[in-house]
């Protein structure tokens, strides 16, 4: 069954870096647009990037120009990496595929997501 794992999270400070993994297993993740989302305490869950079969990339503009996605097919990865975090980048990070080739305009539509990874917590703080 389809399954993607995140890993990578962790306490980092203000200011500070951090990578986040997600390994996919079950399906070619090559031919698919992978997403990571993020859940804060107490707020819904919102999309920060995607990175399509293409390598094609978006993201949320609160994370522009601090946060990279990349992927890596022969390891059936995606990859978040994340500089100059800020205490509202803290929450729970997640993985996922909506099981289409590109991002397009609506890759943050939580409706249109079709496999989830569990999550990796991230907290930041002095």
């Known amino acids: 069954q389809v399954q993607l794992v995140e890993s990578g999270g962790g306490l980092v400070q203000p200011g500070g870096s951090l990578r986040l993994s997600c390994e996919a297993s079950?399906?070619?993740?090559?031919?698919?647009?992978l997403m990571w989302f993020r859940q804060a305490p107490g707020k819904e869950r919102e999309g920060i990037s995607c990175?399509?079969?293409?390598?094609?990339?978006g993201y949320a503009y609160s994370v522009k120009d601090r946060f990279t996605i990349s992927r890596d097919n022969q390891q059936k990865s995606v990859y978040l990496q994340m500089t100059s975090m800020k205490e509202e980048d803290a929450g729970v990070y997640y993985c996922?595929?909506?099981?289409?080739?590109?991002?397009?305009?609506?890759?943050?539509?939580?409706?249109?997501?079709?496999?989830w990874g569990e999550g990796t917590l991230v907290t930041v703080s002095s």
């Open positions: 996922a595929t909506a099981m289409k080739r590109f991002c397009g305009e609506t890759w943050a539509a939580q409706d249109n997501i079709k496999y």
């Open positions: 990175i399509s079969s293409t390598m094609g990339t």
């Open positions: 079950g399906f070619t993740p090559d031919y698919y647009a």
